[in-house]
């Protein structure tokens, strides 16, 4: 029986003949034979897939049939795989293709080559390849090749490498190297605030550089010319780019995703039991947040403002006084709301609505912020009197103290709601001084809402968001910029989106000139002034839609991050800010002149 | 829409390729002040199936010429359109092969993914793709550097892959910036029967090149630019010819035989009647001497030579060289589906009795023989297109 080999030839006239068809010793022997071909990459990845195979089927416990199935079918890709892998391994070691030649065995196919004098007959020529298919549509396949273009960049150049390593290192180094103090909020922080902070951060700059050099430096160094030459439109360039940064993004938060979620399980065996319990229930979950529906003041401050103008309606005539006056009462309310004078209380009503039926058996928390009136930063404990359930049964009591300004999380019980669905929640102040609950986090009551593993998910998606927007600022500056002029001006405008309390503080100020010191106010409306407030505040309130999605809080305190918010992130930090740098980056970079002088 | 849909299809040499109409491009500062004037009023007709030479010192204007030729620089004033639609337009650039004057391509990939790439970019299928990264990588004689990066490759090493990406599209145009830049002579030799064989298959190939003798050996038209400006145009006769004087080529005779037409000449000529040995220049010396080297042992140098020639030499079905055996079997695979082109031959037919004499092996001694008149010999351009058109899977 004969087969087809192909015969190999390097510089010395050594010729290899390979077999076509199925190779059972690579089948058989897996990342072995891949080593001994010297395929190393090949081989840590086939490795890294057993391992990976291995762990899923003992994650997911999964019986030893199935187990035996996934090698099965990795051997038998492997299997299938084995020509080509064999040509490359012959490659790398300086081999040429010179012909096919069908035989009884290899040598049997080197003498017959020897029998022409080396040199292939015609019909021997023929080099049969393994031909990847094209998965994408036609109209987009140079989108794609860009894309992939990139990704084979950034292969190259060792970025990968580089930053994989860094990223591990991260995920897997910080909780080594930093101790927690054996509490759960100790370890929250550690593991998830630190670790995720860091990943974002690096990921960020990261995205940032590579985004800038991606394009600039194909613009500089003129291969960009040559690309521009063929049949792609600019704008499948542009997004080709950003389709292969956040292809390389998506993997690296995969695997850190991935890492960090092992070592949070395995780590948190670590702790006392009752902090084990109090992490499960606090932060190792996916909990919903109800808040005090916000009261309507209309209706009262209208009142109130009527009162006002009757008593002193000659004093009162500009239109300016009037808003001015308005505004005070809603303050005056919306402040005596938040305010718990010593030995009073306050009540909240937070209503379940349809999720009253799911809340059996279910425990809740509240989570609580106060102020009080000693010194600023002081952390001396207040203590509150609690009545939560029902107003119309007897509500479940007791005291606790706990410091101001940060939130504090406890366990309210079971089975508390009304019949129509509605928690109240009565806080009587046991203390000498009034405190204050603001309205925006003063008082939250969570619920079970999910499972930790999906929430995590989605929290490293909207990390993904925030990259395809640092991407699509990278690529928009290298539209038109030099690699160094793109990459601070990038910097820049991220410098500019992490500083949002200065934007906030103009906005408040209403200005930047002439600020009176003892007001903490403009004395004086200017043209300078209204127009650095608009702006300022048009920044701010951009930001503020990128920035309201964090997902590192959200899981550090095992807050829900529902898919409504998960969409949000997408139409707004993607689809709107993403979207509006990309637009007018393609804008600039189609109409830019690639072979002029820089 | 289809980036690669052709538009109409040129069917005679008297088509208008790249029409440029008071072309002019001027560089400006930061502040948009004009700082320098490259293109300045130029005006100039390029028509299918030439081969157009642009010459000029460093700075002339040239190369800017040639980029907003191909959208990568637009004019200030004047027009210029590319087989009759902008050049900025998606579809005419599916027509267009770019040898730039250096390798700017990307330094990690090796020759068949840098061609695969590029073949991406003009939508071919991926089988396509292979098949013609294959053929043009041992055309190019990159065989046996498949591996290498291009970031390793030799300067001519990295001129033959940056040919193999101008051509991956079986291009109509193909604009070629000092493409023997770097080649050894042998692949200068080979640049050169390309270029005459895209011409004859009705290509049209713009050239920029230092090298004058390069132009001369394959333009039909050429124009000299100086300050941006052209200065003369026309075709290589016309500019070249000497027409107060003649030249008699004639084989070795007999002293005394000279002597006598000497004296009857010098009668009507006087002192300006010359008598010397014609010689043949270095380059087709030099490629006789490897030829015959390359007969007695192989070289583990860069294999280019045969290669090239056999796969751009498209001639007729009747004839029984190398180059249409290699045609005949690139062509088998894919059974033509595009009309054959029809190719009239361009008003200044090819040199093709310059480009024999460069690649003859003769005695040096020998006298050169007249011009071979195979220019005029009705060549069946039609079936070398239908198989190359096959071959590459071109949509007339």
């Not at chain 2, 004839?319 to 031959?345: F, G, I, N, Y």
Request: net charge positive.
């Amino acid at each position: 029986m004969t087969s087809h080999f192909e015969i190999y030839e390097n510089d010395a006239r050594e010729q290899v003949a390979l077999r076509r068809g199925f190779y059972w010793i690579a089948a058989l022997l897996g990342w072995i034979w891949l080593f001994a071909k010297g395929l190393w990459v090949e081989g840590i990845v086939m490795v890294m897939l057993n391992a990976l195979g291995l762990l899923l089927l003992y994650l997911g416990q999964a019986g030893w049939g199935l187990g035996a199935v996934f090698q099965v079918g990795l051997g038998l890709g492997i299997g299938f795989a084995g020509r080509r892998l064999a040509q490359l391994s012959l490659e790398h070691r300086g081999y040429y293709y010179r012909c096919t030649i069908e035989a009884r065995d290899g040598a049997g196919a080197i003498a017959k080559l020897a029998a022409v004098g080396g040199n292939p007959l015609p019909e021997w020529r023929a080099r049969r390849m393994f031909v990847v298919p094209d998965v994408v549509p036609r109209s987009v396949r140079g989108l794609a090749a860009v894309m992939l273009l990139t990704l084979k960049a950034a292969f190259r150049f060792r970025l990968v490498v580089v930053l994989l390593v860094l990223l591990l290192a991260v995920v897997i180094l910080l909780p080594v190297v930093i101790k927690h103090d054996g509490s759960a909020q100790g370890f929250t922080q550690i593991l998830i605030t630190y670790t995720l902070t860091s990943i974002t951060s690096l990921l960020g700059f990261a995205t940032l550089w590579l985004a800038c050099g991606t394009l600039a430096r194909d613009v500089e160094d003129a291969t960009m010319q040559v690309v521009c030459t063929k049949p792609i439109p600019r704008w499948q360039i542009w997004l080709g780019k950003w389709a292969g940064i956040m292809v390389l993004n998506g993997a690296f938060l995969a695997i850190t995703g991935t890492a960090l979620f092992l070592l949070l399980n395995w780590k948190a065996s670590g702790l006392s039991p009752a902090q084990q319990q109090v992490l499960r229930n606090e932060v190792l979950v996916a909990r919903g947040t109800l808040k005090e529906t916000p009261p309507d003041y209309e209706a009262d401050v209208e009142k109130l403002y009527q009162e006002r103008l009757s008593q002193n309606a000659s004093s009162i005539t500009d239109a300016k006084d009037r808003k001015f006056l308005r505004d005070q009462i809603l303050e005056g309310l919306k402040t005596g709301d938040q305010y718990i004078p010593p030995g009073q209380y306050r009540i909240w009503r937070i209503r379940f609505g349809p999720l009253a039926g799911l809340m059996k058996d279910k425990p809740l928390q509240l989570r609580v912020k106060y102020y009080s009136q000693d010194s600023p930063g002081s952390s001396t404990p207040h203590r509150f009197e609690w009545n939560v359930g029902s107003e119309t049964r007897k509500p479940k009591t007791f005291v606790n103290s706990f410091g101001p300004e940060s939130p504090t999380t406890f366990n309210i019980g079971t089975n508390l709601l009304a019949d129509d669905g509605v928690l109240s929640v009565l806080v009587f102040n046991l203390n000498e001084r009034p405190v204050l609950f603001p309205p925006e986090d003063g008082l939250e009551v969570l619920y079970p809402a999910g499972f930790f593993g999906p929430n995590f998910a989605r929290g490293f998606v909207i990390i993904a968001c925030w990259l395809a927007l640092l991407a699509a600022i990278g690529l928009f500056a290298a539209s038109k910029l030099q690699f160094s002029v793109a990459a601070f001006v990038s910097m820049g405008i991220l410098i500019v989106g992490l500083s949002s309390g200065t934007l906030k503080q103009v906005v408040e100020q209403k200005g930047i000139v002439g600020i009176d010191h003892n007001t903490g106010q403009v004395s004086a409306e200017t043209f300078i002034n209204r127009t650095a407030v608009a702006f300022y505040g048009g920044v701010q309130k951009l930001l503020d839609l990128i920035t309201g999605y964090d997902p590192v809080d959200a899981l550090s305190t095992g807050r829900m991050i529902t898919w409504g918010r998960l969409v949000q992130a997408l139409l707004l930090v993607v689809g709107v800010a993403g979207g509006g740098f990309a637009s007018l980056g393609i804008w600039i970079f189609t109409r830019r002149e690639l072979a002029a002088p820089i | 829409m289809d980036p690669n849909a052709p538009h109409a299809a040129p069917t005679t040499s008297s088509e208008v390729v790249i029409r440029s109409v008071g072309l002019t491009k001027v560089f400006k500062d930061f502040w948009g002040r004009p700082k320098a004037r490259a293109v300045n009023n130029v005006d100039f007709e390029v028509r299918r199936g030439e081969v157009f030479g642009l010459l000029g010192p460093n700075g002339s204007g040239k190369s800017t010429t040639i980029k907003m030729i191909l959208g990568l620089l637009y004019p200030t004033k004047g027009a210029i359109s590319v087989f009759g639609e902008s050049p900025r337009d998606v579809r005419t650039k599916a027509r267009i092969g770019y040898l730039p004057e250096e390798s700017y391509l990307y330094r990690f990939l090796n020759p068949g993914e840098t061609l695969d790439f590029f073949g991406n970019l003009f939508q071919l299928d991926a089988r396509e793709r292979q098949r013609r990264s294959e053929q043009l990588i041992e055309m190019v004689g990159l065989n046996q550097a498949r591996t290498r990066t291009v970031g390793e490759f030799s300067k001519g090493m990295q001129r033959r892959i940056g040919l193999a990406q101008a051509l991956i599209n079986d291009p109509d145009l193909i604009i070629l910036d000092e493409p023997t830049a770097g080649l050894d002579p042998i692949g200068c030799h080979e640049i050169k029967q390309l270029i005459l064989t895209l011409a004859r298959r009705g290509k049209t190939v713009i050239l920029s090149s230092h090298l004058l003798a390069d132009v001369e050996d394959v333009c039909d038209r050429v124009v000299i630019y100086y300050g941006g400006r052209i200065q003369a145009q026309g075709t290589l006769k016309e500019l070249l010819a000497e027409p107060d004087e003649v030249q008699i080529t004639a084989p070795n005779l007999p002293r005394e035989t000279l002597d006598q037409v000497l004296k009857i000449l010098r009668k009507e000529g006087g002192d300006r009647v010359r008598l010397d040995t014609p010689t043949r220049n270095l380059e087709s010396y030099f490629l006789g001497v490897v030829e015959r080297a390359r007969a007695a042992a192989e070289t583990s140098g860069a294999t280019s030579g045969h290669q090239v020639a056999e796969f751009i030499a498209g001639q007729a079905e009747a004839s029984s060289s190398q180059p249409e055996r290699v045609l005949d079997r690139l062509a088998r695979p894919t059974a033509p589906t595009a009309a054959p082109v029809e190719v009239q031959q361009p008003a200044a037919p090819v040199d093709q009795a310059r480009l024999e004499s460069l690649s003859r092996k003769t005695e040096p001694t020998a006298p050169a023989a007249p011009a071979a008149p195979e220019a005029s010999k009705p060549v069946d351009l039609s079936m070398a297109n239908d198989k190359l058109s096959g071959l590459l899977g071109k949509k007339a």
